[in-house]
T-cell receptor, first 114, second 112 residues
Framework: AQSVSQHNHHVILSEAASLELGCNYSYGGTVNLFWYVQYPGQHLQLLLKYFSGDPLVKGIKGFEAEFIKSKFSFNLRKPSVQWSDTAEYFCAVNSRGGGNKLTFGTGTQLKVEL | DTAVSQTPKYLVTQMGNDKSIKCEQNLGHDTMYWYKQDSKKFLKIMFSYNNKELIINETVPNRFSPKSPDKAHLNLHINSLELGDSAVYFC???????????FGSGTRLTVV
């Protein structure tokens, strides 16, 4: 069975600081990887996704993520965060051939202070 | 136009009642889902339907019964509500999971 770990549960940063949120998954086969964001009181929105090809994926709002197969990781990064990036961030994985099920990590609460 | 719409947005009800949550998507997607988000923000899949056919049924109490009258609609009926059912329930749809899900705005269910 696939699973996802997000080790940072709460992160507090000042505006303009750099961000890196960790995501590790456990599954031996080929996977699709996603990052979703949930702003306060809102639904989840897709930030970026990886299927194949270039392991460095660029998403919306200046976010990017790097797939490192040997480390089973898909960390999310942003060089300079803004107050409006305050939100909950979820990593998710789907195993190829695993059907339509996305398995989510437990989320990381990011708070950006002015 | 809202892509995935859920009603109601908020639902407060007493223990033991029966309630339904409705979901509709206008994206033409073949697959729809129900996810439960608990108080710690953990998201767990409950059900998935593909073209009106149930394809994923996680270990959910049988008090929860999904119904898909057509591929654009997936409703969730809950019998004999319990305090532990309090959560935010998200509907989502996808054409193929490779493209990710589109989520509805959620239904916050509070059982008192």
């Amino acid at each position: 069975a696939q699973s996802v770990s997000q080790h940072n549960h709460h992160v507090i940063l000042s505006e303009a600081a750099s961000l890196e949120l960790g995501c590790n998954y456990s599954y031996g086969g080929t996977v699709n990887l996603f990052w979703y964001v949930q702003y306060p009181g809102q639904h989840l929105q897709l930030l970026l996704k990886y299927f194949s090809g270039d392991p460095l994926v660029k998403g919306i709002k200046g976010f990017e993520a790097e797939f490192i197969k040997s480390k089973f990781s898909f960390n999310l990064r942003k060089p300079s965060v803004q107050w409006s990036d305050t939100a909950e961030y979820f990593c998710a994985v789907n195993s190829r051939g695993g059907g339509n099920k996305l398995t989510f990590g437990t989320g990381t609460q990011l708070k950006v202070e002015l | 136009d809202t892509a995935v719409s859920q009603t109601p947005k908020y639902l407060v009800t007493q223990m033991g009642n029966d309630k339904s949550i409705k979901c509709e998507q206008n994206l033409g997607h073949d697959t729809m889902y129900w996810y439960k988000q608990d108080s710690k923000k953990f998201l767990k899949i409950m059900f998935s339907y593909n073209n009106k056919e149930l394809i994923i049924n996680e270990t959910v109490p049988n008090r929860f019964s999904p119904k898909s009258p057509d591929k654009a609609h997936l409703n969730l009926h809950i019998n004999s509500l319990e305090l532990g059912d309090s959560a935010v329930y998200f509907c989502a749809s996808s054409q193929a999971v490779d493209y990710g899900y589109t989520f509805g705005s959620g239904t916050r269910l509070t059982v008192v």
